[in-house]
Every structure is written in C-alpha cells, then in structure tokens.
C-alpha cells in the first residue's frame, strides 16, 4: 500500500500464498517502474552509479523485467529474471556478474511485490 503498487498481494492463507494482482492502471506502472529503478539504482549490480551514472540508467532494464516478475512466484524466480535480464542488456555474465550476486536484490523486489 503506500502508494507502491502490487503485482502480488499476500492472502490471510496459513501458507503466505501470494496472487498474482495486475496492474490496472498507467500510474501503477509507472510507480513501479520509478520504484524498481530507484532500487537498481540503490543496489547498482554493474556499478554504473558508482561510476556517476544518472539516477535513470537502470530504466531500460526495469522495462523488460517487469512484464516478466508475473510468472514469479518465489525471490528465486526473480533472481533469475533479473539477471537474465542484465546477462541480456550488458552481454553475458563477465559485467553482469553470476547469478549469486542479484540475490539480495532479488529479495527486495520481492518483498515489495509482496507487500
């Protein structure tokens, strides 16, 4: 809630099942993807805002994670997502780095789709 959009809403199950919620408007996407950005940004797996890189550099790769985060159902299948995405975007593992390292990441965007 928070103004931060859902992709996925936790339900009063014993099993903290997650749903799957669309996103039904233009605003909720792009709250998400200001979010997730900022969120790359803060975390920065290939260094580009270390290396004084704008707050947006990580927009284009939000854009092709997004669609995709609806087939996720657990902070794994995001990692995985995510770094497919960077092993896309930066050619190949040598700058995206090993999967391992988006776990952390992956993680947060999971928790934000959760709650």
């Known amino acids: ?3 931060i959009p859902l992709l996925f809403r936790q339900v009063g199950c014993r099993h903290n099942d997650v749903v799957p919620l669309k996103l039904t408007s ?3 996407y792009q709250n998400l993807h200001r ?3 900022a969120l790359l940004y ?13 707050k947006d550099e990580y927009e284009t ?3 092709t994670i997004i669609p995709r985060l609806k087939g996720a159902k657990s902070a794994e299948d995001v990692r995985r ?8 975007w930066f050619d190949g593992e040598e ?3 090993p999967e ?12 934000l789709m959760a709650h």
Request: aromatic share 6%; no cysteine; glycine share 6%.
């Open 1 to 3: 809630m928070d103004g």
């Open 26 to 28: 233009r605003l909720q």
């Open 35 to 37: 979010s997730l950005t």
């Open 42 to 54: 803060r975390h920065d797996p290939i260094s580009l805002a270390a290396a004084g890189a704008p």
């Open 61 to 63: 790769e939000v854009s």
């Open 81 to 88: 997502i995510v770094h497919e995405e960077f092993l896309h």
């Open 95 to 97: 700058t995206a780095g």
């Open 100 to 111: 391992s390292a988006y776990t952390a990441i992956a993680q947060d965007i999971w928790d």
